[in-house]
């Protein structure tokens, strides 16, 4: 059966020894729900014609707005701004490094 709605409802199942178990959707995969059904809802405006729509027009460039802060959220890698923008050091970098400061220094 086709899902219609979105339903962030915890579920709650109990096993055969009687315990309660309660299962919480996480919140990113309810973001990724959510910018699923914004993506499906601007499709299914676009094969509309103009005067059939059902949102005000310009409600699109909103809805795709919308869509980029969710997934700045989503998509979010924290490393980029440990790095100051500079890629990250390999751990074969630093050893290397490591050896010549160390060879300098005996030398």
């Excluded at 700045?72 to 751990?91: C, F």
Aim: net charge negative.
């Amino acid at each position: 059966m086709r899902q219609t709605e979105i339903h962030f409802e915890d579920t709650t199942f109990t096993t055969i020894n009687g315990k309660v178990h309660i299962f919480k959707m996480n919140p990113m995969r309810k973001l990724d729900l959510i910018i699923k059904a914004l993506r499906n809802i601007i499709k299914e405006e676009d094969k509309l014609h103009m005067m059939d729509c059902n949102l005000p027009i310009g409600s699109d460039e909103k809805i795709l707005s919308a869509i980029e802060e969710l997934e700045y959220i989503t998509e979010y890698d924290p490393t980029d701004d440990m790095s100051d923008g500079e890629p990250s050091t390999t751990a074969d970098e630093m050893h290397s490094s490591a050896w010549k400061q160390h060879l300098a220094l005996h030398s």
